[in-house]
């Protein structure tokens, strides 16, 4: 099992910056991907960004590229989402997710509420 422990949401103004981290615990070895979900109101769970535990490469959502870094301290078995630029539709609730073992199995963080005013 891995289990996933949020946090950094909050409530920011257009054009600045928030850091959300994701620590890891359990089964860490297993971890074959992390990433960021987000969830806005009345929309569909999205992926943001991910990255392989193994060679560390990284994909982004076309809606956050050039704005949002995911990054990983594998000594903190921790995932950073460094969010610039923000824009009001970045408001959502962010999930951070580990698939996990032979069949990617998905364990899910609590959620953060990130929200952006204009």
């Known amino acids: 099992q891995v289990q996933l422990v949020e946090s950094g949401g909050g409530l920011v103004q257009a054009g600045g910056s928030l850091r959300l981290s994701c620590a890891a615990s359990?089964?860490?070895?297993?971890?074959?991907?992390m990433g960021w979900y987000r969830q806005a109101p009345g929309k569909q769970r999205e992926l943001v960004a991910a990255?392989?535990?193994?060679?560390?490469?990284?994909n982004y959502a076309d809606s956050v590229k050039g704005r949002f870094t995911i990054s990983r301290d594998n000594a903190k078995n921790t995932v950073y989402l460094q969010m610039n630029s923000l824009k009001p539709e970045d408001t959502a609730v962010f999930y951070c997710?580990?698939?996990?073992?032979?069949?990617?199995?998905?364990?899910w963080g609590q959620g953060t509420q990130v929200t952006v005013s204009s």
């Open positions: 359990g089964s860490i070895s297993s971890i074959n991907t």
């Open positions: 997710n580990a698939k996990w073992g032979t069949w990617s199995r998905n364990s």
């Open positions: 990255v392989i535990t193994n060679g560390g490469s990284t």
